[in-house]
């Protein structure tokens, strides 16, 4: 079963609109983290947001914020009033405790386009 | 004043020739990290050092041999490239590996886009 699921590959917004990007994760381990990467054209990873499992508070981080719902294993991303510059692929990805390795498990992705 | 860099930054070979990629951090991170994005854009973990020691090794061929001399680098080595070897390759590291708190941060290089002919 995949642990991160990014429903939605495409999505088009218009311009100063919000955005969100869906991500469920699958885990029975209590302790995790979930973060949210921005992958430009270019081609380089950029870390966004990070939300801890024990964390009382929505995380937010200037323009992007994380609607964490844990009971639905939701940790959908905000973005208010997108930019042409928030066009890139979007990474879901989580870690759990009790892997002492402590990878990060990620999710296939979403394109996000923004229009003018 | 890079953080974390790699090169070459595009790399085309021919099958069956051996190539390496260099990778450098400069964050005084203890852990580094291999990962292989594929056409589709799905990222896989390939290895992690933590402290030029060996903690993760994923299933990979073993054409690929990873190479960390110093904290600061490591280095992936690939013999007899193959077609499907083409993709981009990402180098990341981080402050903790192995036993690190749940908010250590993967910081990652500009990837290094191999196409093997």
């Known amino acids: 079963a995949q642990k991160i699921t990014q429903t939605q590959p495409g999505m088009f917004v218009q311009e100063k609109e919000a955005v969100t990007l869906d991500c469920t994760y699958d885990?029975?381990?209590?302790?995790?983290?979930l973060f949210w990467y921005k992958q430009p054209s270019s081609g380089e990873m950029i870390f966004l947001i990070y939300?801890?499992?024990?964390d009382q508070q929505n995380a937010t981080e200037g323009r992007y914020s994380l609607n964490f719902q844990k009971a639905r294993k939701s940790a959908n991303l905000v973005i208010s009033a997108s930019q042409l510059g928030d066009s890139a692929m979007y990474f879901c990805a989580m870690r759990e405790a009790l892997d002492s390795n402590y990878q990060l498990i990620w999710g296939a992705g979403t394109k996000l386009i923004i229009k003018p | 004043d890079t953080a974390v860099s790699q090169t070459p930054k595009y790399l085309v070979t021919q099958m069956g020739n051996d190539k390496s990629i260099k990778c450098e951090q400069n964050l005084g991170h203890d852990t580094m990290y291999w990962y292989k994005q594929d056409s589709k854009k799905f990222l896989k973990i390939m290895f992690s050092?933590?402290?030029?020691?060996?903690?993760i090794n994923e299933t990979v061929p073993n054409r690929f041999s990873p190479k960390s001399p110093d904290k600061a680098h490591l280095n992936l080595h690939i013999n007899s490239l193959e077609l499907g070897d083409s993709a981009v390759y990402f180098c990341?590291?981080?402050?903790?590996?192995?036993?690190?708190?749940?908010?250590?941060?993967?910081?990652f290089g500009p990837g290094t886009r191999l196409t093997v002919l």
């Open positions: 050092y933590n402290n030029k020691e060996l903690i």
């Open positions: 885990t029975s381990d209590p302790s995790y983290g």
């Open positions: 939300q801890g499992s024990y």
């Open positions: 990341a590291s981080s402050l903790r590996g192995s036993g690190s708190a749940m908010t250590d941060t993967q910081y």
